[in-house]
């Protein structure tokens, strides 16, 4: 019956996962601490007719995971802070041409080499903003390892519908840590392909404007012939130096992940309704964060969590709907405020909105948060 | 009335093309299409991947499975694609600058692999695109718009580099000599294995005006005279290969090719399975 319980790390799991969803082609260069997603791949692929390759590094990885996309498997890469810049320009190459992929970034401290094995929640901007000039992007990013095994499946579930790159915004503590995953049957998670063109080849348009904003797509070798370019293109694939033709394609681009956010925002709500302090937080600092939650419950303090399961993009309207009456917003979190800067950019209220923040490598333990809030609430009393 | 070369392997739709006049790399990319016509390949199949750079705009043109990608990078997205589907026949076309400098790690570690595609590199001796700073086949003393008193650098012979790292077939042909761009082209597409051709090109609009080479005509007349076919080295004295550069097949062996032994570990676990 439950055979398919398994005690799994995180990195683990987003193998599973990915095995789950359909992929069939890793290409990556080890970097702590991401590296088990690799050795996993490695070991597993073969087995199933996949196909794994250790590139030369980073860009070479996210290059060729487009290559291997185009090709018609569904492709993944994984790595960590200073990997996840060096894929950068190539990140964007898929966001413009709409190659369905998913690069796994655990999160390191750093910049630069940082602290290697210590865990960070530092790449959140770099996830939305990394490559250059202005493009959509889907991240998620899971709180447990079961969810990772859950949120990979939808990194490529995403991948595949809206044919654009998926970061799945890991971090060091759900990475390593080993929990039990009940690994879904065949059938009982949703599997999304890609959407095949179902015309002539000589009536296809690679890019073309259809009604879900999201342009078909043939593999090459499939009898399509056509041209893939990182410059801005026209519905036919070939480049175009237009003004309006460039605006056309970013609206596109725009328009067919902020049309579908209903789709795509994935969040958990945990006793908001009643609370007066709400903590705004995602990744591993949920799981203090509830902790936190709960002791101050229990000393008579109603606080309440807005967990964010997808990070990009924002859920803008969410964010505002919940933090409606409330009188404090905390944002606990392994970087120097990145997520409180977003919540401060939407919540233009009396609230207050504090960061709880630590960029050393050490984990914000749920005493931490209770002290910090505490603190906060005896000085408001005083005043 | 285009010919039947153009007709059958170019977007005719996409000419004219932008190259200035008497840049070489129109030539060199008509050498590719009339190796794959006579290659007699499937059309659906084969696959152009280029980088950025002059040169790599050829992929636009050719009417093939074509992938213009971020500057130096094409190999790496060539080794993707041909993995994932090993049916393809994937051809790069890279210049000297995007395969030797900024994609000189995938260049060389493609070759180590032996993965089964052929790369073509238009070599003009300088970053055209960018408006004609050195490269890093810009020979010694040279100019470019970055190298105002001369090119310090010591040049790249594209072809060694590639021996040296491990491809399997190796040859260079110039603009001048374009009947042996084909063939050689042909060779290493029907090699398996990583197969590497040389180009050389002729940027006349840069390289040429500013080592002062004179026009078009000058530049690829100049390449007739400059360069030896290697398999002549032996009979030559030291004085007649003064100043010269080796042209040819400088490398044709059979090793084993990187997919094939993928495939071994896949095949190794079927088996297992049938068991
Ligand atoms: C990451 C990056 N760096 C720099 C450039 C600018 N750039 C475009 S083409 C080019 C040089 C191309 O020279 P080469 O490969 O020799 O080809 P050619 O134009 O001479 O045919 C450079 C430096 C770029 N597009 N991307
Ligand atoms: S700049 Fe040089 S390489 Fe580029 S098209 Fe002109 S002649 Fe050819």
């Not at chain 1, 996949?50 to 980073?58: L, P």
């Not at chain 1, 802070?81 to 041409?97: D, H, M, R, V």
């Not at chain 2, 590719?32 to 659906?44: F, H, M, R, T, W």
Request: glycine share 8%.
């Amino acid at each position: 019956m439950h055979n398919n319980i398994k005690f799994l790390q995180g990195n683990e799991a987003c193998v599973q996962g990915a095995i789950y969803a359909g992929m069939k082609f890793f290409a990556g260069y080890p970097i702590t601490p991401s590296t088990e997603i690799a050795e996993l791949s490695s070991a597993m692929l073969p087995k199933i007719g996949g196909k794994f390759i250790q590139m030369e590094d980073e860009i070479a990885s996210m290059a060729a995971v487009i290559g291997g996309s185009l090709g018609g498997l569904k492709s993944m890469t994984a790595t960590s802070g200073p990997g996840f810049s060096l894929k950068q320009e190539n990140i964007g190459y898929a966001c413009i041409t709409e190659i369905p992929c998913v690069i796994v970034n655990v999160q390191r401290g750093g910049p630069s080499t940082g602290l290697p094995t210590s865990p960070s929640q530092g790449d959140v901007m770099q996830a939305r903003w990394g490559t250059h000039a202005d493009h959509p992007i889907i991240a998620l990013s899971p709180t447990s390892v079961s969810e990772t095994f859950e949120l990979t499946v939808k990194a490529f579930n995403f991948s595949e519908k809206y044919r654009t790159p998926v970061i799945l915004l890991m971090d060091e503590v759900i990475a390593h840590m080993r929990e039990k995953v009940i690994v879904p049957n065949e059938g009982d998670m949703l599997v999304i392909d890609r959407k095949k063109p179902q015309v002539e080849s000589d009536e296809y348009k690679a890019y073309e404007y259809t009604e879900d904003l999201v342009p078909a797509m043939a593999n090459f070798g499939e009898g399509y012939r056509y041209n893939v370019t990182g410059l801005v293109h026209d519905e036919t694939g070939f480049p175009v130096n237009s003004t309006s033709e460039a605006e056309r394609l970013l609206n596109r681009l725009m328009g067919k992940i902020n049309s579908n956010l209903d789709d795509i925002l994935i969040y958990e709500e945990y006793l908001i309704e009643d609370s007066d302090i709400l903590f705004v937080t995602f990744g591993c600092m949920a799981r203090s964060t509830k902790e936190a939650v709960n002791n101050l419950r229990n000393e008579g303090i109603k606080a309440g969590m807005f967990v964010l399961k997808t990070i990009w993009p924002f859920p803008e309207e969410k964010i505002k709907q919940v933090s409606k009456d409330k009188n404090m917003i905390f944002v606990p979190e392994m970087n120097l405020g990145q997520i409180r800067q977003e919540v401060e950019r939407l919540v233009k209220t009396d609230c207050n909105i504090y960061g709880i923040n630590k960029a050393n490598g050490e984990i914000i333990t749920p005493e931490h948060i209770n002290d910090y809030v505490k603190g906060v609430l005896g000085k408001c009393l005083a005043e | 009335m285009p010919s039947r070369i153009i007709k059958n392997n170019f977007r005719v739709d996409r000419l004219p093309h932008i190259w200035c006049p008497g840049c070489g790399h129109g030539i060199l990319m008509r050498a590719i299409a009339v190796a794959i016509e006579e290659s007699n390949l499937d059309k659906d199949k084969v696959c152009i991947v280029s980088g950025i750079g002059c040169s790599s705009r050829a992929a636009g043109y050719m009417d093939f499975n074509t992938l213009h990608t971020t500057h130096g990078r094409a190999i790496a997205f060539a080794t993707g694609l041909k993995v994932a589907n090993p049916d393809l026949k994937v051809i790069v076309i890279s210049g000297d600058g995007d395969a030797s400098a900024i994609g000189g790690n995938h260049l060389i570690h493609a070759c180590r692999r032996n993965i089964d595609i052929t790369t073509i590199i238009f070599n003009n001796n300088i970053y055209g695109m960018t408006g004609g700073q050195y490269s890093p086949t810009t020979p010694n003393k040279e100019k470019g718009t970055t190298a105002p008193y001369g090119n310090i650098d010591k040049a790249f012979d594209i072809c060694q580099l590639a021996s040296g790292a491990g491809a399997t077939y190796v040859a260079r042909s110039t603009v001048y000599h374009v009947n042996k761009m084909v063939e050689y082209v042909k060779k290493g597409i029907k090699h398996k294995g990583f197969s590497l051709v040389e180009g050389v090109s002729a940027c006349p609009t840069y390289y040429g005006r500013k080592n002062k080479k004179g026009s078009a005509v000058d530049l690829i007349k100049e390449m007739k005279h400059k360069f030896i076919d290697i398999s002549a080295k032996d009979k030559l004295s030291k004085d007649d290969v003064k100043n010269k550069i080796f042209m040819g097949e400088f490398k044709d062996v059979k090793e084993p090719e990187y997919i094939e032994e993928y495939f071994k570990i896949i095949d190794m676990f079927k088996k297992e399975m049938s068991i």
